[in-house]
């Protein structure tokens, strides 16, 4: 008869970082509530008082949730003031990014402030 043994890996510093860092990010998301995500772009609800990109403040920015969420680069599409909270697009490249943007330019996106 065969016998099996178990053997408990224990975690190291860096997997207790990694497994630290995933529950963080995961707990930021959630702040954001994603809405929608696609080959292209990221849209997510931000809630008052989360500045849309960093600051002088140097507090987390719902553009660093973004990109670590994505584990790439973001995109900023349009903006909203820390006070307020709204819808937020960032494209997950350049060149969408520009697409967007020309959207929003050429006023083919409705914004509506409740």
């Given at each position: 008869?065969?016998?099996?043994?178990?053997?408990?890996?224990?975690?190291?510093?860096?997997?207790?970082?990694?497994?630290?860092?995933?529950?963080?990010?995961?707990?930021?998301?959630?702040?954001?509530?994603?809405?929608?995500?696609?080959?292209?772009?990221?849209?997510?609800?931000k809630p008052a008082g989360l500045p849309t990109q960093?600051?002088?403040?140097?507090?987390?920015?719902?553009?660093?949730?973004?990109?670590?969420?994505?584990?790439?680069?973001?995109?900023?599409?349009?903006?909203?003031?820390?006070?307020?909270?709204?819808?937020?697009?960032?494209?997950?490249?350049?060149?969408?990014?520009?697409?967007?943007?020309?959207?929003?330019?050429?006023?083919?996106?409705?914004?509506?402030?409740?």
């Open positions: 008869m065969m016998q099996q043994t178990l053997s408990i890996i224990k975690p190291d510093a860096v997997s207790k970082n990694l497994i630290g860092l995933f529950f963080v990010t995961k707990l930021l998301i959630k702040m954001l509530q994603v809405l929608h995500e696609d080959a292209n772009c990221v849209i997510v609800n960093p600051d002088k403040t140097n507090n987390r920015s719902a553009l660093d949730i973004v990109a670590r969420y994505l584990n790439q680069k973001a995109f900023i599409v349009n903006r909203l003031d820390r006070p307020t909270s709204g819808i937020l697009l960032f494209a997950k490249t350049s060149n969408s990014a520009g697409k967007f943007s020309a959207l929003f330019q050429k006023d083919k996106v409705k914004k509506n402030k409740v």
